[in-house]
């Protein structure tokens, strides 16, 4: 694409496929009609819909229109956000990891402050990517206790869930802290995301404290919003004024 408008026609698009607003088989609407909606040439559409027919999410057929083409194409994972831990140690087990750094450093004010540890403490810092099926979904840049991190090895990182091996290092992981926004990819995230630099993405941040307190573990997670989504059920009490995360049935 060679100018921001096809751009930003390009990212309309390709969210309202993701989203659902186009069906998979659903026609798009002509280039005409999104020109006019856009305020644009046709020729800076069709530049759009070539790139989203390079991506492989649509279908373009002489003479019968444009059509979204999600045959084949991985479906979001959908994350539980009140049972998220939980969620993180089942999809370690359904999903690959590519360890893409592994090493000691001494902790950032921020990242100190986060686990309550001393200034200049040393911490491990490791970045995985984490794929389904072949198709990567988020980058994963962890730090824990240098003391916690020195009790299993790279290799281990590389091949078992985290929460797995802090359990096994004898800290009872208790309770957590997180929160989601939102952030653009930089070049070496979009590059093991296999998504265009700048692109946006789902960005979660959670501490891990164990029984006593102490901080065990901090994550800072981008996830492709195409290929992750967070859902929570809500039920409401029995006031009618507060909604609370519903109670699973567990069978």
Avoid: C
């Avoid at 989203?52 to 229109?65: D, K, P, W, Y």
């Avoid at 993405?201 to 891990?208: F, N």
């Amino acid at each position: 694409m060679e100018s921001s408008k096809a751009r930003q026609i390009y990212l309309v698009l390709r969210d309202r496929i993701a989203g659902g607003h186009y069906a998979d088989k659903a026609a798009l609407p002509v280039e005409q009609d999104l020109a006019a909606e856009h305020g644009v040439s046709r020729a800076t559409v069709r530049r759009a819909l070539a790139a989203l027919e390079e991506e492989g999410l649509i279908t373009r057929r002489q003479g019968a229109g444009t059509f979204v083409s999600l045959d084949g194409k991985p479906r979001p994972i959908a994350a539980d956000f009140s049972d998220a831990l939980a969620h993180l140690t089942a999809m370690g087990r359904t999903t690959t990891v590519q360890l893409l750094a592994f090493g000691y450093e001494e902790a950032s004010p921020a990242i100190a402050d986060a686990l309550g540890l001393q200034r200049n403490a040393m911490v491990q810092r490791s970045v995985r990517v984490r794929a389904l099926d072949g198709a990567p979904f988020s980058h994963l840049t962890t730090f824990v206790p240098e003391a916690i991190g020195r009790t299993y090895a790279e290799a281990d990182l590389a091949s078992k869930p985290l929460l797995s091996l802090l359990d096994r290092s004898g800290h009872v992981l208790a309770r957590a802290t997180q929160s989601v926004g939102a952030q653009l990819a930089t070049p070496d995230v979009a590059a093991a995301l296999d998504i265009e630099t700048g692109s946006a993405l789902i960005a979660l941040t959670r501490t891990v404290f164990d029984q006593d307190g102490r901080g065990i573990e901090h994550l800072a997670a981008l996830y492709r919003p195409d290929r992750y989504v967070f859902r929570m059920d809500l039920q409401r009490d029995r006031s009618g004024a507060r909604w609370s995360p519903a109670l699973r049935n567990e069978t």
